[in-house]
Antibody, heavy 125, light 106 residues
Framework: QVQLLESGGGVVQPGGSLRLSCAAS????????MHWVRQAPGKGLEWVAY????????YYAASVQGRFTISRDNSKNTLNLQMNSLRVEDTAVYHC??????????????????WGQGTLVTVSS | IQMTQSPSSVSASVGDRVTITCRAT??????LAWYQQKPGKAPNLLIY???SLQSGVPPRFSGSASGTDFTLTISSLQPEDFATYYC?????????FGGGTKVEIK
């Protein structure tokens, strides 16, 4: 079955950096686009970043553009999120999420059909 | 694209019919999803393409669309359905979510 396991969260000071990873198993990782979605404590969901199955296309939320970098290693079935210049408002649980197969959507639309349990990032002085 | 979800919370009893609405600020070609989230858990995809039921989701959940207005209906609320529900537009980046609707026990 599909499993997504995030790691790398922790406490960091404002301005600091952190690198999150997501270990994927149970599906053909190299065939699917992947996302990061975050949720601040007690708040709603916020999409963060997307990477195409082959790494050739990346999109970011305006709130993280220029500070965060999404990447993937298809040989290791791993998704990464490099977070630099962290701010207090980046405090959240970060989930990696798999894109729903295009065969179900006709290739239109980005939906999240499997999620990891998340890793908590706390930015505080 | 902004997604406005209403109500923000609803109190209901087991067996009730519950309706949640989401409105997009522009057309999204019915590329809308609904997710259920329970406390401390990751969200779970219920509906995609505005009305397609995700595999394994009970048929008491249904979705519909009318222009830029979208509806999630739970036909007969079950104890395990008490949770927070989010809509998400899947049409264009940046992907965006509604603010959530908490379904509480009356």
């Amino acid at each position: 079955q599909v499993q997504l396991l995030e790691s790398g969260g922790g406490v960091v000071q404002p301005g600091g950096s952190l690198r999150l990873s997501c270990a994927a198993s149970g599906f053909a990782f190299s065939s699917y686009g992947m996302h990061w979605v975050r949720q601040a404590p007690g708040k709603g969901l916020e999409w963060v970043a997307y990477i195409r199955y082959d790494g050739s296309v990346k999109y970011y939320a305006a709130s993280v553009q220029g500070r965060f970098t999404i990447s993937r290693d298809n040989s290791k079935n791993t998704l990464n999120l490099q977070m630099n210049s962290l701010r207090v408002e980046d405090t959240a649980v970060y989930h990696c999420a798999k894109k729903l197969p295009d065969i179900l959507t006709g290739g239109f639309g980005d939906y999240f059909d499997h999620w990891g349990q998340g890793t908590l990032v706390t930015v505080s002085s | 694209i902004q997604m406005t979800q209403s109500p923000s919370s609803v109190s209901a009893s087991v067996g009730d019919r519950v309706t949640i609405t989401c409105r997009a600020t522009q057309g999204i070609s019915s590329r809308l999803a609904w997710y259920q989230q329970k406390p401390g858990k990751a969200p779970n995809l219920l509906i995609y393409g505005a009305s397609s039921l995700q595999s394994g989701v009970p048929p008491r959940f249904s979705g519909s669309a009318s222009g830029t207005d979208f509806t999630l209906t739970i036909s007969s609320l079950q104890p395990e359905d008490f949770a927070t529900y989010y809509c998400q537009q899947a049409n264009d980046f940046p992907l965006t979510f509604g603010g959530g609707t908490k379904v509480e026990i009356k």
